[in-house]
């Protein structure tokens, strides 16, 4: 992506933003006050996207920016904001017991991870730029017919909501 | 857009449409049952235009396949849905369920099951999966008059999502590997037999682990008495005999296309024994119905696993075969069961006691649906069993096919349990129950279906083929 940068400085640019990333997400879990979560899983994203772009995805990134740290994010605050959640104080944090699963998941995945890299599975040192209109021709071209089903679950997501939100008022 | 593709997609395009202009003829006029016409016709509609050959040597440019396995897939699930649909107009109109929302997302379902059986990549066959479990989150929650019905749709799509999730994990690491969503060459890379390439064998972990529950084999069966308890009986039916029909039918398009599949017999061994085991065991000491047909379906997904432990071409033929036949016997045995729900039968094994002489006709197509799923010849749960049972002993598995054999023999018991409590416990006479003529019709021909299967299987056979 940056040709005219030097890989050094897209090197350190990885480690810190995958620094931020991991961090942002460690406070997002372990916060309690959940919209501060809120704020920590939005710098997460970010950094992510971040990540993306240096990755010759800037389509990905923008995605990330507009749909996760966008859109989803405000779906979050609105249903704090109307269950009236914000109020840590009345919550405990998680045992011992209840971390431990995912303590033992991540130690899983920590030792996979290992595995792999030892193995030096080869990456593609240079990725090809792809752009929009790639994607777009790829999406409603190859792939038509699987926006099509998506789109039709999509309505079937709404009528179900409607449908069910009825229980109790016929 | 060319003549052929617009030839093959016709019974999927059918299925949208007819599923939209259910829900807005609903929003225009107050009554019901216009809405239950619209969508039988299309789902009659859809089934008519699949049994049609599309026209030979052009090919399609939308991705989608119409081998002769395919059509006759996506027109047994849109008979399937028309006949769930006939079901469900009396049972809802007694139940007081109202909204054409429910009919439009049988069409919807049957619309999922249809994409998934024309997939030709694995992102399209895993949306048809998921289009359909989505019909099915909605489905299994419909009945809006009973509040346990909310804690069923919970327990379904709590279960639901997380198979899904295993599924879209497994698929990811798969398409990782090969680097192509095409199933043909995915298939081909991640299954080659010589070299086993550690990524691609998690991300067969997790799909199967996810399939397992989609087809509720041990260990991942436990959501399955609950649900088939808890959901109105005409969507039992759909989900015991389409539902299961579509996720095998998911497997059974991936695997023939693998050049050696033979990683995959240890899990489906595995699945077979405790399926077997744990759901005839299980349903032994069962006094509910419903709970005792759900633990007697996860023993027929055993069975089918242990088809699939075969890995041969008859052993995927007699998978298939299985598919169809146990569609066609849930659809008897569940709608038997609608129809007598629908007169106020209750759910335990006592309230079934004397129902013999109070409905001759349902208690008669449930009897015949118990002896198919028992394996009693001359029905298709025997013609079934005998396939799976010759394709594991040819490939050389004999002591998983003699415990499924002994299995086979156990489950005989229970089955009779239900039949004795129909016809040999005499109550009072009080009344004839009532069947629609729609009901009869659909009960009608699901038994002949039972039966014809039985005796000519090899018409079938012949459309089932696999590369």
């Known amino acids: 992506m940056c040709e005219d940068c030097c890989p050094d400085m897209e090197q350190t640019l990885f480690y810190i933003l995958a620094a931020v990333t991991v961090v942002a997400t460690v406070f997002a879990i372990s916060e309690k006050h959940p919209v501060h979560a809120i704020v920590y899983l939005v710098t997460s994203f970010f950094a992510l996207a971040a990540l993306f772009y240096l990755l010759a995805a800037p389509l990905i990134a923008m995605f990330e920016v507009i749909i996760y740290a966008g859109a989803i994010m405000v779906l979050f605050m609105f249903v704090i904001m109307m269950l009236d959640l914000g109020h840590p104080e009345n919550s405990a944090r998680p045992g011992f017991w209840q971390w431990l699963p995912a303590l033992l998941l991540a130690g899983a995945t920590l030792v996979a991870l290992g595995i792999l890299m030892s193995n030096r599975i080869s990456i593609p040192d240079k990725a090809a730029v792809v752009s929009i209109r790639d994607v777009a021709v790829m999406l409603f071209q190859k792939y038509g017919v699987a926006i099509e089903i998506i789109s039709m679950q999509l309505l079937f997501a709404a009528v179900g909501a409607f449908y069910l ?3 109790g008022k016929q | 857009m060319m003549a052929t593709d617009f030839w093959i997609a016709l019974p999927l395009l059918l299925l949208a449409v007819g599923a939209l202009v259910t ?14 016409i619209i969508a039988i016709i299309s789902a009659l509609g859809a089934a008519c235009c699949t049994l049609q050959a599309p026209p030979v040597g052009m090919v399609s440019t939308l991705g989608l396949s119409s081998t002769s396995t395919v059509r006759l897939f996506t027109s047994l699930f849109c008979l399937m849905a028309a006949a769930v649909l006939v079901l469900s107009k009396e049972y809802n109109k007694h139940g007081g369920n109202r909204g054409e929302e429910y009919p439009a997302t049988i069409l919807f379902t049957a619309f999922g099951m249809a994409a998934l059986a024309s997939a030709t990549s694995l992102l399209t066959l895993f949306l048809g999966l998921e ?8 489905l299994v929650a419909s009945d809006l008059k009973r509040e346990a019905s909310v804690e069923t749709g919970l327990k379904y799509l709590l279960i639901g999502a997380l ?22 060459q995915a298939m081909q890379t991640t299954l080659a037999g010589s070299s086993v390439n550690p990524v691609a064998v998690a991300g067969w972990c997790f799909l199967l682990f996810g399939m397992a529950f989609k087809l509720s084999l041990v260990p991942a069966h436990l959501w399955t008495p609950d649900v088939y308890d808890g959901t109105p009986a005409p969507v039992t039916a759909f989900l015991s005999g389409g539902s299961k029909g579509a996720s095998l039918l998911f497997l059974l398009i991936l695997l023939p296309q693998a050049a050696d599949a033979g990683m995959l017999r240890l899990p489906f061994w595995w699945f077979a024994l405790l399926s077997m085991l744990i759901g005839n065991l299980s349903a032994l000491r069962e006094n509910r119905i419903r709970r005792l047909l759900a633990y007697s379906s996860i023993a027929h997904m055993g069975y089918v696993a242990l088809a699939l432990v075969a890995g041969s071409f008859s052993g995927y033929q007699a998978a298939a075969y299985y598919a169809v036949a146990y569609g066609v016997i849930s659809l008897a045995a569940f709608g038997a ?20 002489a109070r409905n001759p006709f349902a208690s008669g197509v449930l009897t015949l649906a118990l002896f198919a799923l028992a394996g009693i010849p001359p029905t298709a749960g025997f013609t ?21 054999m002994l299995t086979v023999a156990v489950s005989i018991y229970y089955y009779l349990r239900v039949i004795s409590a129909l016809y040999f416990n005499t109550s009072e006479q009080t009344h004839q129950d009532q069947c629609t003529i729609g009901e009869v019709v659909v009960l009608s021909i699901a038994s002949a279906s039972v039966v014809l299967l039985g005796l000519f299987p090899a018409r079938l056979l012949a459309l089932l083929t696999f590369p």
């Open chain 1, 165 to 167: 939100g009825r229980r």
């Open chain 2, 384 to 404: 079934g069993k005998f396939l799976i049972f010759a394709a594991t002993l040819k490939s050389g598995e004999m002591t998983l096919a003699i415990i499924g």
């Open chain 2, 23 to 36: 829900l807005v003829v609903g929003a225009i006029s107050r009554n019901d049952s216009s809405g239950y």
């Open chain 2, 337 to 356: 069961i609608a129809v007598m729900e629908r007169n106020g039968c209750g759910a335990t094994l006592d309230d079934y006691r004397g129902r013999g």
């Open chain 2, 131 to 138: 289009a359909m479990t989505f019909g099915f989150y909605i």
């Open chain 2, 163 to 184: 198979s899904s999730a295993f599924l879209a994990f497994g698929i990811a690491l798969i398409y990782s590997v090969s680097g192509s969503l095409a199933i043909t």
